[in-house]
């Protein structure tokens, strides 16, 4: 059985020392009160929660999955799903970044953050019903009605009731412009919504009273394309004008997902046969709305992997420490054994240093991207909040994709440590691998990441955002360039700063003459300007190691983190060279392949 230690210890790193966000939140009104005491119990407090409550779930809810009764369409979620919800809503967790103006305690992102990431390394499955309420939460104070913002967002606020996205259809996933779901406009103000989805993740359940799905649907009159997509809150039960639930929306669960993983969520095929909706924001740019929840769960989707990076990273460290198989390669280790623990052997310590360098630059841009968020929405200087939301959109497919892939390669390596132990279901392992396949996938699979990264944050604006983010680079390397204990830190991304930009200048050429040239460099661009990230998180990570160790802290975690530091550079980061010759190979080889793929 697999067990599972919420990483308090680099959390605190990253948050206080690295980040310094209490220091931080002091510019911010909204946050100036949140301290370093308080983001510890706070997350000291999510951490019990998590490994608690949830964590003991994931083995149970993964083998017997979710129930449908087709009578009702009625879905009940695994054994004990229900009731540890009822103790997230209990202990406030759901409200905890929600706006006080609607219940919530109103704490930065960077602390909900935190929390989710524990939940999913505790249980995926469970913590995606709460994931997309939130996500529900925020799409709604961005553009609901005052009406919509009164009626939901206290309930989703506590956590009594949970919200989906219901976008994709049969025929239709990511290119969303070809949907087919009507929006007739009732005399009173309303619509009914017609049509198919697919895929909903927890669309049907029986652990709120009410769910709050929002619908991409088209008026009648609406353009072709995503130009014509309206946004809607259709609940499952509509609500009266007192608050109180009325009768039942007919929006209902037709059927079950039958997946790789994630069996305690349920993925619900979902059927609207006319049921009453309310339109969030304008007419035909539903878009721009759900983009708020989509961005919001494209973060989420890093966090899920990074989760299931750290306790596949945790179990096979302590599988490796006590597994004994052969002798090590430079001799006897354990003379009291009849052979030596695995962790010896050269490749095993490989794939658990993957592992932990990958969950530990997950965790720095994590932080980061939600300490931006937390500027981009609370800062009081508005050029802060413009640069630090151009910030976020930049690396929100990097975290999306890069973290995600990076839990795919992890997750493989850790059950690869088990060797045929990790094959078998009683290690949890093989759950971890199966778990975040999905994760690469939806919210926009990895490659659609890509291109946004590529063609709309990058080559849209000629580089402009790339080069801020380089910027924070460059006064990294100014402030650090004559250290010559930081200079295998520095260098690597001052080189890699300098050839991405070079990079970024090919492609776009090759691409303004070949748009497909864009496609095919996509995917590697992304995973270099991945690393490229990665790389200035770790190169903080170890000044600040360096600092303490030169101060006389003898602490052991600072020689650990200059250590995964030193491996991420020599082991991982050392992946660009291939990648960027790849991205320069260029499209004809992909494209000119007619009568190999006839």
């Not at 602390?111 to 939130?134: I, K």
């Not at 909706?277 to 989509?294: D, R, Y």
């Not at 006897?332 to 095993?348: N, Q, T």
Request: with cysteine.
């Amino acid at each position: 059985m697999p067990s599972y230690t919420p990483p308090l210890r680099d959390m605190q790193f990253v948050l206080h020392e690295v980040f310094h966000v209490a220091d931080e939140f002091k510019a911010m009104p909204k946050h100036a009160e949140t301290d370093v005491d308080t983001i510890n119990a706070v997350i000291e407090e999510a951490g019990k929660f998590a490994s608690e409550v949830t964590f003991p779930l994931n083995i149970s809810g993964d083998e017997e999955g979710c129930t449908l009764d087709k009578s009702t369409h009625e879905v009940t979620a695994p054994k004990g799903f229900k009731e540890a919800y009822a103790q997230f809503v209990e202990g406030g967790w759901p409200a905890l970044s929600c706006d006080p103006a609607f219940g919530g305690q109103g704490l930065p992102y960077v602390l909900n953050q935190c929390l989710y990431e524990m939940l999913n390394s505790a249980n995926q499955a469970w913590t995606m019903y709460p994931g997309l309420s939130h996500g529900a939460y925020e799409a709604l104070q961005a553009h609901g009605t005052d009406d919509q913002k009164k009626t939901y967002l206290p309930k989703l606020t506590s956590g009594e009731w949970t919200g989906t996205m219901c976008l994709t259809e049969p025929h239709c996933g990511t290119d969303l412009g070809m949907l087919r779901t009507k929006a007739e406009p009732q005399a009173d103000g309303t619509y009914k919504i017609t049509g198919n989805k697919i895929f909903i993740s927890a669309g049907e359940h029986d652990m709120a009273e009410n769910i709050i799905h929002l619908v991409l649907a088209r008026l009648p009159d609406a353009p072709k394309g995503s130009k014509g997509i309206s946004l809607f809150a259709v609940p499952k039960f509509n609500v009266k004008a007192d608050g109180s639930l009325g009768d039942r929306n007919p929006i209902f669960c037709a059927g079950l997902e039958h997946k790789m993983g994630i069996h305690g969520n349920a993925t619900a095929q979902i059927a609207i046969d006319g049921a009453i909706g309310t339109m969030v924001g304008e007419p035909n740019k539903g878009l721009a709305a759900m983009f708020v929840m989509m961005n919001a769960a494209r973060l989420g989707v890093g966090n899920q992997s990074l989760g299931l990076t750290e306790v596949a990273y945790q179990n096979a460290l302590a599988y490796a420490k006590d597994r004994i198989q052969m002798r090590s390669l430079s001799g006897v280790k354990a003379k009291d054994k009849d052979a030596d623990p695995i962790i010896v052997h050269p490749d095993v310590r490989k794939m658990l240093m993957t592992a932990k360098a990958y969950a530990e630059g997950g965790r720095a841009l994590q932080v980061f991207c939600t300490l931006l968020l937390d500027k981009e929405h609370h800062h009081p200087d508005a050029k802060v909040r413009k640069e630090s939301g151009e910030l976020v959109a930049l690396l929100t497919p990097i975290v999306k994709a890069f973290i995600t892939d990076n839990g795919h390669i992890s997750t493989n390596a850790c059950m690869q440590v088990f060797g045929g132990h990790g094959f078998i279901k009683e290690w949890g392992m093989e759950q971890y691998v199966r778990d975040n396949r999905i994760n690469m996938i939806y919210e926009g699979t990895n490659t659609v990441q890509s291109l946004d990264l590529l063609g709309r944050k990058v080559l849209s604006n000629n580089g402009a955002t790339l080069k801020k983010f380089g910027k924070l680079i460059g006064a990294l390397v100014a402030e650090e360039g004559v250290n010559e204990k930081m200079s295998e830190f520095i260098t690597p991304i001052a080189v890699l700063g300098e050839q991405l930009t070079k990079l970024t200048t090919e492609v776009g050429f090759k691409g303004f003459q070949n748009p497909d040239e864009v496609g095919a460099a996509a995917v590697d661009y992304l995973r270099v300007a991945g690393h490229l990230v990665f790389g200035y998180l770790f190169a903080r990570m170890a000044q600040v190691a360096l600092r303490e160790i030169a101060a006389g802290n003898t602490d052991p975690f600072y020689v650990g983190k200059l250590q995964t530091a030193r491996f991420y550079f020599a082991k991982l980061f050392t992946e660009t060279a291939t990648l960027m010759r790849n991205a320069r190979t260029g499209s004809k080889v992909l494209m000119d392949t007619d009568a190999a793929l006839a």
